[in-house]
């Protein structure tokens, strides 16, 4: 195969170099540097992403580029015209979300032409060499804030100022500090922190209030009190009468700061303060709001209201001084609220994160503001515990010379009206929520009218009768006012939700409250969706479920096929699943395990139906504790028919009874992934495009997490389907790791069950292996699965680890199961791949299980080894063969990538959901839909309008995909090769037929936006 870049042509050998360099290579024009016109097909692996976005949007390149990194790059290429050639580096983000950093070498194609328009780029990997500069510079920048930090305290600080490292050494100390203890800053310079307490202690007289004794124990327990003293004040009394209020931080940096200030003033200023505390209780002991008198520097609580001392759980006569960081839960953040109050003077409704002295935790919201006393900087905080909002909320609107800064403390919007319906007040909350109103809301205006108004500028989804029919919710039927309470309404310009309240007051005035409740109406509204969802399943369910009482075993629920299973659909409310066992001492013996282990599993039990009739049935039941009730969730699964059938098989050969269980289970595990295929399509599909469409990062983390939990179930349906399948199937290119990964979906609940730990140690550079995945996914499954039968002979310490490899040059991809069993004898190793050969006891297993592994892998080209040893586990090595033709696969795909186009689709379904979903996703790549229930309607549009691409369902009521698809043979023979189909129901041998038959491609569901996108492009491909 042979190409070109830029009208230079390539040969297969060259394309073949470039796939496999170390180097991306690409081409693109000066004009328009995103639409790549080249690059090597070496791109996608070193960048873990899917060739085929390379070969779909020419712009996939640099849309991974950093958006930061543009205009540099920009800058570059249009520097080409002049300089020939260019070097930047950037960073571009690979498949798994990371950034790489790159060196981009830019040279001009065809520098000796004038009228050059096109350039050539050389991507080289310089993560490595990035990373060393990165920590270089981080190192200098440090050194450079460290240096910062350090001029700065000592230039800025006239009190004593140290600093040491995180190992306790000094590394500055200033003037002040160091003529205090008798030397000069050098002398303490890289020694201990102890240095400097052996030289100072001698003038200390108090320390923390406690005598100072000049003993190697002070000297000790000092050191102790300074080392663990981070963000705390200690006060000394010096021999020269002044007091020193040292206190300890931690820098930025992890290191620790000391700071010696002189508090005598503040002393003096604390006497003065206590002669003039009658005067200030006076005005605020008996008042109910906490508050507190803080001085701004120290953090010291120089006064606080008994009402305080009962939110602190304090002794109301304490006289014992505290400091506010003591009340932090993080005293950190007391720093964050003397920067917020330095930069204001005054705070309003700043939440702060509380202690209890029991080690419980609050928040607290504060209205503070700095104050002069005496020559001291203090603060006077007013608290509000929310956890008792509506309480103290009552004691604030009754303390009229408080109102305002009460109301605007509130974080709820607050209103006041007189008897006259005539604004008194509102705070800065009720003015954000009436955004488009706000220039009425001025202190004499009418209520009627600001509702009115606001409603004529859209902030309400109200008008004529609703608005009237507002009004009279306030009045009773003698025109009296009468209180409203909790009345949701939703503004429809930012579409929150608001509670809205209307009380009357003393003075036949009234107050509004408004309190944004958006959040917690999302959540009501999820968490109703999400019971229905769950509801619905249950109620789709094919398994027969019930839920009852613990304590009189009533039902609380049963689903219909439970109902159906005992005949109970006539049944009225009130019944008690006692009545429905034959036996009831085998109901005790059953229920005193369930107690005593929280669930039972598959016990095989004799019911009653409602007509009497008796049937035996597996019973699997678990105790659950839901809103403080002890409930059991049961499963019934009838086994009239499998013990019948059991009976019949028992005079069969073993390998029938085998072949003919598995057929039985793959067509259950197809019926239920079947039934979860819509919805799951709706969900996966839907919850993708929030992800993709979320302007909000809430939003999209949620849907993430949505998004996982559902792409979890979409594997486990398609594993169920690829296990049901029968038909042996083609061999395939297909990723080993998603294997493993779909067979441990599928066994995880009984490892988890046989409290088995499982292990995996998975390459991420393997290379795609050509085989038949479903086999394969058996294959492991069953190994699994044996590994947990093992594991049962081993009483603790339980493991099985998967591992996955690949060497460089090799043709295998080696995938290892491994369990620490009691491994196989030397006697029948050899023989353990044998045709029923089989060490299980009698009615356990045939030994088809390994012999079918064997021929299966065999069958797709592999191989398949046992290594074990008596005593040390077992371990099967899989080797399976890595596609050999990959390369001309991808150099086929880059040669098919369609151009860029507005397409016209026609979406045939019978499920408005998943219809929708299709036109949602191809409505965002800018594509034109219309959606037709069934094959008739989509005829009629066709009839109609034009459509380049037909999608179309399989199995719809009445004129299915196959009567559409052969219709459009007849009448519109050149939207064949443009019509593709979406199906749910890949078992059934006519859909297979016709599948095959059609030559059409196909998706499963369920669906997701990428397949529906790769399908489209599929269709464009000539």
Not at 190 to 200: E, Q, S, T
Not at 228 to 235: H, I, R
Not at 552 to 564: A, H, I, M, Q, T
Not at 913 to 931: K, N, P, R
């Amino acid at each position: 195969m042979t190409g070109t870049v830029d009208n230079v042509p390539m040969d297969q050998g060259m394309l073949q170099a470039l796939a496999n360099a170390p180097v991306i290579f690409y081409c693109s024009a000066v004009a328009d540097y995103t639409d790549v016109e080249f690059v090597s097909s070496n791109a996608a692996i070193i960048l873990h992403c899917d060739p085929r976005d390379y070969q779909i949007d020419p712009g996939c390149l640099f849309q991974q580029m950093h958006d930061e990194d543009r205009p540099a790059y920009e800058a570059a290429v249009r520097h080409l015209l002049n300089d020939k050639t260019g070097c930047i580096e950037y960073r571009l983000r690979d498949g798994r979300g990371e950034l790489i950093w790159f060196r981009d070498q830019l040279a001009l194609i065809d520098v000796e032409s004038e009228t050059a328009t096109s350039y050539s780029g050389c991507l080289v990997d310089i993560s490595a060499e990035v990373a060393l500069r990165s920590k270089a510079e981080d190192a200098e920048l440090a050194l450079q804030d460290m240096t910062q930090d350090y001029t700065d305290a000592i230039d800025s600080l006239v009190s004593g100022f140290c600093l040491m490292s995180k190992d306790g050494l000094i590394i500055a100390i200033n003037n002040p500090l160091a003529e205090v203890a008798g030397h000069d800053c050098a002398w303490f310079i890289g020694h201990p922190f102890r240095r400097l307490i052996d030289a100072v202690m001698s003038k200390f007289i108090l320390f923390e209030g406690e005598p100072v004794e000049q003993t190697e124990e002070w000297a000790d327990h000092i050191a102790k009190t300074m080392a663990a003293g981070t963000g705390k004040s200690v006060e000394v009394k010096m021999t020269t009468g002044e007091w020193v209020l040292i206190t300890l931080d931690a820098t930025s940096l992890g290191w620790q700061s000391a700071v010696s200030t002189d508090i005598s003033l503040q002393k003096r200023v604390e006497e003065e303060l206590r002669e003039s505390e009658v005067h200030f209780r006076t005005l605020v002991e008996n008042h109910p709001l906490p508050a507190i008198l803080v001085d701004y520097e120290t953090g010291r609580v120089v006064y606080e209201s008994p009402a305080a001392s009962r939110l602190f759980g304090r002794d109301e006569n304490s006289t014992e001084a505290f400091h506010v960081q003591e009340l932090y839960a993080n005293p950190d953040d007391r720093h964050d609220f003397i920067r917020a109050l330095k930069e204001t003077g005054e705070l309003r409704d700043y939440p702060i994160h509380y202690r209890r002295q029991d080690g419980s935790t609050y928040w607290i919201s504060c209205n503070s503001k700095l104050v002069n006393m005496n020559g001291r900087d203090m603060h006077i905080t007013s608290i509000m515990d929310l956890s008792e909002q509506l309480e103290r909320e009552g004691a604030l609107k009754k303390a009229n010379d408080v109102l305002e800064d009460a109301i605007e403390a509130l974080s709820e919007g607050f209103a006041l009206f007189d008897e006259e319906s005539k604004l008194i007040t509102c705070n800065s909350q009720y003015l954000e929520f009436n955004t488009t109103g706000r220039e009425n809301l001025v202190p004499g205006a009418s209520y009627e009218d600001l509702i009115r108004a606001g409603s004529d500028s859209g902030d309400y989804y109200a008008n004529g009768e609703k608005l009237a029919a507002f009004f009279a919710l306030h009045y009773d039927a003698d025109g009296n006012r009468v209180p409203v309470r909790n009345f949701e309404f939703r503004l429809q310009k930012d579409k929150r939700w608001l509670l809205y309240s209307c009380l009357p007051t003393r003075q036949n005035g009234f107050v509004i409250t408004l309190t944004d409740i958006t959040r917690s109406k999302a959540m009501e509204i999820a968490l109703r969706d999400s019971e229905e969802s769950v509801r619905q399943i249950l109620e789709a369910s094919p398994t027969p479920i019930a839920v009852s009482r613990r304590e009189d075993s009533v039902v609380l629920y049963e689903s219909p096929k439970s109902r159906e299973l005992f005949q109970r659909s006539s049944v009225g409310p009130g019944i008690v699943v006692t009545d429905f066992w034959v036996q009831p001492s085998e109901r005790a013996r059953i229920w005193k395990k369930l107690e005593a282990e929280g669930e039972v599993n598959d016990q095989e039990v004799e019911f009653l139906k409602v007509d009497g009739t008796a049937f035996w049935a597996s019973f699997s039941a678990k105790l659950i504790s839901y809103q403080d009730k002890q409930l059991i969730v049961s499963t019934v699964f009838d086994q009239t028919e499998s013990r019948a059938l059991q009976e019949e098989m028992a005079r069969q050969r073993e390998v029938l009874h085998v072949s003919e269980k598995m057929s039985a289970m793959g067509e259950l595990l197809a019926s239920v992934s079947h039934e979860l295929n819509n919805p799951l399509s709706v969900v996966v599909g839907q919850t993708l495009l929030l992800e993709e469409t979320a302007d909000d990062p809430k939003v999209a983390a949620r849907a993430e997490k949505i998004g996982k939990a559902a792409d979890r179930c979409a594997r486990i349906v398609k594993t169920f389907l690829a296990m049901a399948r029968q038909e042996t199937g083609e061999r395939q290119h297909a990723d080993a790791n998603n294997m493993i990964d779909l067979a441990l979906e599928l066994t995880g609940y009984s490892l988890r069950g046989a409290n088995i730990e499982i292990s995996t140690n998975l390459s991420t550079a393997l290379p795609k292996v050509h085989v038949n995945p479903d086999q394969i996914t058996q294959v492991l499954t069953n190994l699994v699965v044996n590994a947990e039968h093992a594991l049962r002979q081993k009483d603790d310490g339980r493991r099985v680890r998967i591992t996955s490899g690949y060497s460089d040059g090799s043709d295998h991809v080696v995938i290892k199961v491994k369990d620490n069993g009691p491994g196989v004898p030397n006697e029948i190793r050899r023989r353990i791949f044998e045709p029923f050969f089989t060490t299980k006891e009698v009615g356990e297993g045939t030994g088809i299980g390994l012999a079918l592994c064997h021929r299966l892998i065999e069958a797709n080209g592999g191989k398949i080894k046992l290594f074990s040893q008596p005593g040390r586990g077992a371990s099967f090595t899989i080797r399976l063969p890595v596609g050999l033709n990959m390369i001309e696969e991808v150099d086929r795909a880059s040669n098919a990538r369609p151009d860029s186009q507005v397409l016209s689709v026609l979406i045939v379904d019978d499920e408005p959901e998943v219809a929708e979903l299709f036109a949602e996703i191809l409505q965002l790549d800018g594509h034109s839909t219309e959606i037709a229930n069934n094959g008739h309607l989509a005829l009629e549009a066709l009839e109609k309008s034009e459509f380049q691409i037909i999608l179309s369902d399989l199995r719809m009521p009445d004129y299915d995909g196959p009567w559409l698809f052969e219709k459009l043979q007849d009448q519109y023979p050149d939207l064949v090769s443009r019509t593709a189909f979406v199906t749910g129901d890949t078992l059934s041998s006519d859909i297979a037929m016709f599948l095959k038959n059609a030559g059409r491609p196909h998706i499963e569901k369920p669906i997701t936006p990428r397949e529906v996108r790769s399908l489209v492009s599929l269709l464009l491909v000539p």
